[in-house]
């Protein structure tokens, strides 16, 4: 099995919330890298290893996001709603987004 990629857009946003958020989702339902965009366009990427070098010993990330991630069978209930859509994307727009992102602090 292999990671999945999903972009899910947020419509009804507050100004520090992102409002388009990527994420790379591995089998095992745990995020390992994402990129959030605010409403200035700019992209920050996150990953277990900037995160990792972010926290001190002897923090052990292994999810970016708090738990696991929903399965794929849920999308529709959480993101197709007024506030959410979303679509899968291929590795590739995401390595491609991610190599361009500024690194989240």
């Known amino acids: 099995m292999s990671a999945k990629y999903l972009r899910v857009m947020w419509h009804d946003t507050l100004p520090d919330e992102p409002m388009e958020l990527y994420y790379e989702i591995q089998p095992t339902k745990c995020v390992t890298r994402m990129i959030e965009i605010f409403d ?3 992209p920050y ?4 290893e900037i995160a990792l070098r972010r926290y001190p010993p002897p923090a052990n990330k292994s999810c970016l996001c708090d738990g696991i991630f929903p399965s794929s ?7 197709q709603t007024s506030d959410f859509s979303y679509n899968e994307i291929s590795k590739s727009q995401f390595d491609k987004l991610f190599m361009r992102a500024n690194i989240k602090n």
Not at 73 to 79: E, P, Q, S, V
């Open 40 to 42: 200035d366009g700019i």
């Open 45 to 48: 990427a996150d990953s277990l």
């Open 73 to 79: 069978d849920a999308y529709d209930i959480l993101f």
